[in-house]
């Protein structure tokens, strides 16, 4: 996850660069304990218009996707996290809101329904799963058509807020130390790469 840092000078950057609804960010984050690869993640920054909940005003959405064991050695897990945070005019400060629900989707393939979702870190809300045969569908879809689609609710039943997350899209600064958004292919290729690395330990 993004450090504290990042994540309290996000809303200035996203205010200075005028940023459209859409992806921010993602980044590969390999996961480890006591030096020994214990899952592969992709953390997501976003921004969408949330015209359900708060009028149409824009909110940050952070989050990340990943694949762990868990320190459980034969089994291979699912597990997501997402936060969101109402970007302030003017560069305001405000808190990070845990959404009610959340859920990530693909083609033919959702975490909608599986698991449970629990309380993380305050702004957050967490979801550990089996990757199933549906969560490893989800992988490849998401693979495939290079991004996935996160959806979120303020209130139980409520209607989802949607935003498309485009996994090739990363940031850096530029000669002037402005950020600047790029195209990054080796973001999914080094998801990929640690996925394979994950399951041929799994299955030693």
Known sequence: MKSFLALLLLPLALQAQAQDSGTYEVYFQPLSIAGKLEGCSLVFTGLVRDFFYSKGAQVIVNGSIGYRTLNRPDSLMFAAKLGTKPLMQGGGSSDWVAPSHFHFATKSASSAGKGKLVDGEPGYRLLVTHADRDMLRFLEEMVDAGGFVVGFNRKPGGQDVLLRIQLD????????????????????????????????????
């Not at 600047?180 to 030693?204: H, P, Y």
């Open 169 to 204: 899209v990363s940031v850096t600064e530029d000669a002037s130390g402005n950020t600047v958004q790029v195209r990054n292919e080796e973001t999914v290729a080094d998801f990929m790469t640690c996925i394979g690395q994950l399951v041929s330990a799994i299955k030693k």
